[in-house]
């Protein structure tokens, strides 16, 4: 081995971010698989490899025994004693065996198994690195696309975005830098494969983390988000500091910061409601931008009736039940919408008891659209 491949492993060190030990590792493995190929040879051996002058030696190991059955492995007591009297039963001694020609050799046969082994420790930092990130955000670059994935470069590796994961409303080209969510990170023989996504609600929180100094730092908490990808969303927000106004945090002076978002996922609408521990609030902030009346728990079911305004009815549903449906999904309640006049046919409106209620606790929510900015 000469001078020059060590400095080759310090530049792989530096460069590539492998430990030198690794590298030497793999070298000494490779040599020890080139002598047993090349001059067959069987017995154990060790590889001598001096880092300051680049030299390199091959020890045959062979345990002292009374009997030898097998030379290659077993050295007799008597001959292991001609070479140092203090050897006893049991022993290892070890013998220098370098071939004359061994450097040539080792080093043709080394080449792809040190090859290898570096491509192996190069695929374990990256898998390293980005098995810390799963469920982070990243932003990358779109390299190419076919029909079923969208291969987006994070850098040192290839993350792939399936087609269920992108936006509907979003067209994707070659060199397009845009923000995904890392869902999955696994190791396979090819080595790391990440998937990522457009749709995922973490991204919409990652994106609020991000834009909102208030979330990064713990002072308002994103409590849950409900997300259709590409139309519209809710996220409910809470903070434990009664200065604090939540909602408005989000907001951003002038709608900044949740401008900020919408215009990273393409225009998708986003409402921004106060969280509650009452349900009764809780579902009533859930449906905005619509009034609602009352809210009737069932807790054993863990659904609730509410009651709106008969104008504001379709408001509560939403397109296709959209704003009904997300309102479930943020706050973890079936909810069955029915209008005023509907409600007291039934009998079930109005309870006098949640007039006072609702004046007092139902906060108003920010239901974020273009128009309302301007």
């Known amino acids: 081995m000469s001078s020059e491949l060590l400095d080759a492993l310090m530049v792989l060190e530096k460069e590539k971010g492998i430990s030198r030990d690794v590298l030497i590792d793999a070298i000494e493995a490779a040599l020890i698989s080139a002598y047993r190929r090349n001059f067959n040879q069987a017995q154990n051996v060790r590889i001598d490899l001096n880092l300051d002058t680049g030299s390199m030696r091959v020890f045959a190991r062979k345990e002292v025994v009374d009997e030898v059955f097998d030379p290659r492995l077993e050295i007799s007591i008597e001959d ?91 067209k994707y080209k070659p060199h397009d830098r845009i923000k995904v969510f890392i869902t999955k990170v696994e190791k396979t023989t090819k080595g790391p494969q990440i998937f990522v996504s457009r749709t995922h ?98 807790e054993e079911e863990k659904a609730t009736t509410v009651v709106v305004p008969d104008y504001q009815l379709s408001l509560a549903i939403g397109k296709r039940g959209q704003n009904a449906r997300l309102a479930a999904k943020l706050t973890g309640w079936k909810i069955d919408i029915k209008s005023e006049s509907e409600a007291r046919e039934l009998g079930i409106y109005p309870r006098e008891e949640m007039i006072k209620l609702f004046d007092d606790q139902v906060d108003t929510d920010f239901d974020y659209d273009d128009e309302e900015l301007e």
């Open 80 to 170: 292991a004693r001609h070479i140092n009297p203090n050897y006893q039963v049991e022993d290892v001694v070890e013998m220098e065996v370098t071939p004359k020609d061994f450097g040539r050799i080792a080093a043709q046969t080394a080449k792809q198994v040190v090859t290898q082994r570096v491509r192996e420790a190069e695929r374990g930092i990256i898998y390293s690195e980005f098995i810390d990130r799963e469920e982070d955000i990243m932003t990358g670059i779109v390299q190419r696309l076919d029909s079923k994935f969208i291969y987006v470069s994070l850098g040192k590796i290839e993350a792939l975005l399936p087609v269920n994961e992108q936006m509907p409303n979003e």
């Open 201 to 298: 609600p973490g991204l919409l929180k990652r994106l609020f983390e991000i834009e909102v100094p208030e979330i990064y730092d713990g002072t308002v908490e994103i409590k849950s988000v409900a997300r259709e990808a590409g139309d519209r969303s809710k996220i409910s927000v809470h903070s434990d500091n009664p200065e604090v106004d939540p909602v408005g945090s989000c907001v951003g002076p002038k709608g900044a910061r949740v401008q900020a978002v919408v215009n990273e996922l393409k225009g998708e609408k986003i409402d921004i409601v106060k969280w509650s521990d009452d349900p009764v609030v809780f579902v009533a902030n859930a449906l905005s931008p619509s009034k609602v009346l009352d809210v009737i728990v069932k």
